[in-house]
């Protein structure tokens, strides 16, 4: 049976948070496991220069990322685990695309229009104020990164839907012109929520820094956790769970039976600080292991990298063949004989 090409990228401008843990790398990290996938998952740096200018930030990210996901247990035998920028297909097929693609297409994309939507709100009347290219091109590049390894499924946060719907639209485009070239993708939108509250409540997110990094050492972890904004219920009043920023991460960690304990407890009156010490002692043993391997993984980046080499080996093996085809399709291949 053919497996099934599901393929995701990580921008690498931040480090990784509780939210991103559950909502993406837990479930991605599963499905390495399933031998009827073919995982690609990759640091999306290219993308990352769309939004951050800051060289060490981008580096930073880019290792601590790549070491967040092999600490986690990644399955690099069966995953393809790669660094965008180590494919230069990418960027071929980024052209190609681009080629392809309308510009009208481009002007309807959630990103740009918000964009020039809050440069309209300012008095200088430049709707175009701070846009580069790259931000308006953004969903191409992303087409190229799906289409390239004709990913079916591409699992990612509703916020990325259009540019799913994009890389369809661009890969049929490409395909009624030169021939049935593309597999056409399917976004995987993981519509049960699976976003987890910040400190404050609100979703967690970088941009709310409401944030609380995944592999925080044991100390601050415990420190950041009593700072999640809760009601002034006493200990011995029954609380609701729902609405509970507390009780919604403890649910991302807990299994079903221990969920169920928490509630009796909150109905009993569990005291805040009480509940705090119960979440902490919950994902600081879920992720301890891992935070550990994390920590010498940092130590050793030549391992780290050797594991990105090796992805990208596999995945230009698929790549250069595809592009070369590519070349040919549209008219740019060489004049010897094939
Ligand atoms: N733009 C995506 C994000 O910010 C990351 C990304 C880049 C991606 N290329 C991709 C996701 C291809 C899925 C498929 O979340």
């Known amino acids: 049976m053919k497996k099934t090409v599901v393929l995701t990228g990580i921008t690498t401008t931040g480090t990784p948070h509780l939210g991103n843990y559950v909502g993406a790398i837990r479930p991605a990290i599963s499905m390495s496991k399933d031998d009827n996938i073919t995982p690609f998952y990759f640091l999306a740096d290219y993308h990352a220069l769309i939004k951050c200018q800051e060289p060490d930030r981008v580096r930073q990210s880019s290792l601590e990322i790549a070491a967040t996901w092999l600490a986690l247990g990644l399955d690099t035998e069966n995953a393809v685990f790669y660094r965008?920028?180590?494919?230069?297909?990418?960027?071929e097929l980024t052209w190609l695309l681009t080629c392809v693609t309308s510009k009208g297409l481009m002007n309807r994309s959630h990103a740009y229009k918000a964009a020039v939507a809050?440069?309209?709100?300012?008095?200088?009347n430049d709707p175009d104020k701070g846009i580069t290219m790259g931000l308006f091109s953004y969903p191409v590049l992303m087409a190229a990164d799906i289409?390239?390894?004709?990913?079916?499924?591409?699992?990612?946060?509703?916020?990325?839907?259009?540019?799913?719907?994009?890389?369809?639209?661009?890969?049929?485009?490409?395909?009624?012109?030169?021939?049935?070239?593309?597999?056409?993708?399917?976004?995987?939108?993981?519509?049960?929520?699976?976003?987890?509250?910040?400190?404050?409540?609100?979703?967690?997110?970088?941009?709310?820094?409401?944030?609380?990094?995944?592999?925080?050492?044991e100390k601050k972890l415990k420190k950041l956790i009593n700072k999640?904004?809760?009601?002034?219920?006493?200990?011995?009043?029954?609380?609701?769970?729902?609405?509970?920023?507390?009780?919604?991460?403890?649910?991302?960690?807990?299994?079903?039976?221990?969920?169920?304990?928490?509630?009796?407890?909150?109905?009993?009156?569990?005291?805040?600080?009480?509940?705090?010490?119960?979440?902490?002692?919950?994902?600081?043993?879920?992720?301890?292991?891992?935070?550990?391997?994390?920590?010498?993984?940092?130590?050793?980046?030549?391992?780290?990298?050797?594991?990105?080499?090796?992805?990208?080996?596999?995945?230009?093996?698929?790549?250069?063949?595809?592009?070369?085809?590519?070349?040919?399709?549209?008219?740019?291949?060489?004049?010897?004989?094939?």
């Not at 965008?84 to 960027?91: A, C, K, R, Y």
């Not at 809050?118 to 200088?124: H, I, R, V």
């Open 84 to 91: 965008q920028s180590d494919i230069p297909e990418t960027l």
């Open 147 to 217: 289409l390239l390894f004709n990913a079916s499924k591409v699992p990612v946060g509703k916020d990325q839907q259009q540019h799913i719907e994009m890389a369809r639209d661009i890969g049929a485009r490409f395909n009624h012109i030169y021939g049935e070239h593309f597999t056409l993708p399917q976004a995987v939108i993981d519509e049960k929520g699976a976003i987890l509250a910040g400190l404050d409540g609100r979703k967690m997110s970088k941009s709310y820094q409401n944030t609380i990094p995944l592999f925080e050492p």
């Open 118 to 124: 809050e440069n309209e709100t300012t008095a200088e």
């Open 228 to 338: 999640i904004k809760t009601n002034s219920l006493e200990p011995g009043e029954p609380k609701d769970t729902s609405d509970c920023t507390l009780f919604s991460l403890y649910q991302a960690f807990a299994t079903p039976d221990e969920v169920a304990q928490v509630c009796q407890r909150y109905d009993e009156g569990i005291s805040w600080g009480e509940m705090k010490s119960v979440l902490f002692e919950k994902i600081n043993t879920e992720i301890t292991p891992a935070r550990e391997r994390y920590e010498t993984l940092l130590e050793k980046p030549t391992h780290i990298e050797e594991q990105l080499q090796e992805g990208a080996r596999k995945a230009r093996a698929i790549s250069a063949p595809f592009i070369a085809q590519l070349r040919d399709a549209v008219g740019i291949s060489t004049f010897s004989a094939k």
